[in-house]
């Protein structure tokens, strides 16, 4: 027993007792590739894989050696490895936090150590911590995709009660995508009653029971938005145990809208059920952040924020946009 | 006619096969985790780059310090024959509670120089409620812990991103974030908490109840142990516990978040399996917790470094949680209850 503490303290002590750091890796030694750790929050939907991969295969292309690390959802464990990634004093930091305020301590962390930060996607709070940020403008993209399904409503010539799917309120993304949706319709009540706003968390599950309930609770309802593209098959599974899934043009089509682009909303565009959805770049969002960082690291002045122009593909455009949308290239390999 | 009787032979006799004795002997020793803890650490710094370093050390215990704290009352639970799943959810209920209290713009200690004490105060009178709750159902109502505490998981969960409406909190103040973000306090938090339930444990008469508790209820309750109120005691503390995680992981984000601990379940029970605490109660002690929560941590962050993806990690960190459980049922096999 009374071995015990020193027993404790040996692993402690080999880790610490090693060498004080890692010396091959030091930002500023010449002639050796930078090593770039990538820390994503999730890998849960297409967008995040196709962005994840999209900065994987852009940085192999560049040459420079990826440390990747997911926190699947746990902000402490995102923390550990932003961490992990400032032991072994890699060249950048590419991050997608949970949030935007808990990981205002990560960026803290890498300004501390002098590592330039980048966050994929989504935005922190404004704070004294220094981080580039390459993202959409999602309140400005949302706007214009739930302007063109409005369009596509007052054609009917009747009012219609629509629901909004809201994502996790702790993302300004979901937040940027909500007040779209509003700013959008607002103006347009003639035409579009909100009957129903689901809170998604961003979660499929609560997604399903949310449109299923609405459903019932409106069996008139006939516009439905989501804010992002990976709750659309929730929305058409419900759709479909209601026997409401038809295809644009056939009578009771439910106007369906979404945000990001995935493969599942390029097929359903493809197939003639989605009318709309804005389109994140993942390929420029990843080419940017990639940049930024060996801008940072060359001393080249780089905006706090990079946005993301993005567009709306509905079935108008559907031909001439395809090739750019992310989902679209996943659907054809 | 009858056999001769065999000739006295003083020396005690031996095993009748050698090798599974010393591997009982090395399985019930008190120090075979944490010896497994230095193999492990020798065996993968040659290859994990950053491994061997301070600056990962320190990495190390930052972590590994909260997840220590929720496991010290896991281990109370499980040595009185329980379990609490709700721990994850006590982390994320205090962290808004206290976030919400402590915010600089909103909150109602906004600017008092009380308020990250009345804060970690709320934060830790929560979680002891919680674990009130959880012991009253438990003792009173007569229900199975399992179902009690994944109850609360589920339903203090919920109210935690109810009441924030999922949003995180954050602008507390510097001295409450200090407690988790800074390593000496973190340190010293952590190290009163793990002494106070080792002294509990094994130097107090609620101690022995306890874990006469998990060793046989009925005939604790038959010697005269008041077993209901040993058992509300180990779920109170627990909560207790966990709420105190809680202002260690609140610090270190700096932010209050509804999901904060979320994802930690399986390595607080794991930890504390994995150290040799038995899920079969009676038999559990805090060295043994605090290896277990090192040997996991060292798991984990060591393919980390390895760069292996969290699947990878996760289905590794699974795999070592499932041997330490079989190792658990054999040590409860072969050393009867030894403590």
Redesign the interface.
Known sequence: MKSLPVLLLLPLALLAGCSKSTPPTGPGTAARPLVIGVAFETLQTEYWVAGFEAIRADLKQRGYPMLEAVADGDTNRQFDQVRNFITRRVDGIILVPKDSKTCLPMIKAANTAGIPIVLFNRPADRSDARAVTVVADNFALTRETVAYLVAEAGKSGRRHQAMILIGDLGDPNAIGRRDGFDAAIKGHEAIIDVVARIPTEWNQEKAQAGVVNALQAHPDLSFIFTSSDFLLPSIVSALKSAGRYHKIGAPGHVILGGFDGDATAYQMLKDGYLDATGVQDVYFEARASVQAILDLRASKPVPDLIPDPGFVIHQGNLVAKAPQMWGARLARK | MNAPAAAFDPRPPRPAHPRPARLRRALLA??FV??L??L???AV?PFT?????????V?????LL?LFVVALGQTVVLIAGGIDLSVTAVIGLASIAGAMAMNAQTGWLAGSVWAAPVGVVLMLAIGAAVGAGNGLAVTRLRMPAFIVTLAGMMGYGGLA?WLT??????ELPTAFNALG?RLGFALLIAAAAGGLVHLILSRSLFGRWLYAVGHNARAAHISGVPVAGVTFSAYVGSGLLAALAAVL?TG????G?P??????LLDVIGATVIGGTSLFGGRGKV?WT??GV?FLK?VD?SL??L?L??FTI?MVKGGVILLAAVLDALRTRWAGFRR
Do not use: H, M, W
């Not at chain 2, 780059?49 to 050390?57: C, E, K, L, S, V």
């Not at chain 2, 990495?59 to 972590?63: E, I, R």
């Open positions: 008190d120090g944490l010896g803890c230095g492990y650490a020798a710094a780059p950053g491994f061997a370093t301070a600056g990962n050390a990495n190390l215990l930052v972590t909260p991103v409406k999922s949003k995180a909190i954050n973000g992981l270190q984000a700096e932010t978040s999901v904060l601990g979320q994802r930690i060295l605090l290896s090192l060292l962050n980390n470094l760069n993806s969290l996760t």
